[in-house]
């Protein structure tokens, strides 16, 4: 479980080396505003269903458009579809042609492989600017 006050991003990847380039892009925070995220990899569409199943939490989702043997982009379509309250998601694409699979898929933000750093932590940054500002709303109800 994530500790108090911290964010809980997903990263789903079949490609270790791409997981570890995301964490090292937005890890321990994406900005020096927010707090320390916590980070749970998934390297199988199977095991990330099952965590929103098991009713797992999540701030934020970055996906691999490349994942195989199921892309990051329809998954990410799947969950927003079939999770309720799904996170804002972040999709990495090859290609900037594919920028029509990431409005298909209904993602929040993009960003292009090869992984840049700045730009990836900058997109999740603004991301869970927005999900933290929503949350810290509603609690004032």
């Known amino acids: 479980m994530a500790e ?14 791409v997981r570890a380039s995301v964490v090292r892009a937005i890890s321990p925070a994406p900005a020096a505003d927010l707090s320390p995220i916590t980070v749970k990899e998934f390297a199988t569409a ?3 269903k099952d965590y929103f ?11 691999d458009g ?25 999709g ?14 209904r993602l929040d933000a993009i960003a292009l492989h090869p992984i840049d750093p ?6 999740v940054a603004a991301l869970l600017r927005q999900t933290t500002a929503v949350a810290t709303a509603a609690s004032h109800l």
């Open 4 to 17: 108090k006050g911290s964010l809980t991003v997903l990263i789903y990847s079949d490609n270790s080396l």
């Open 92 to 105: 990495i694409i090859a290609r900037e042609a594919d920028r029509w699979l990431a409005t298909w898929a």
């Open 53 to 63: 199943d098991d009713k797992g939490r999540a701030d934020l989702l970055i996906v």
């Open 66 to 90: 490349e994942a195989a043997p199921v892309g990051g982009l329809g998954l990410a379509r799947e969950i927003k579809d079939e999770v309720y309250n799904a996170p804002p998601i972040v």
């Open 46 to 48: 199977p095991a990330l």
């Open 118 to 123: 700045h730009t990836l932590a900058g997109e």
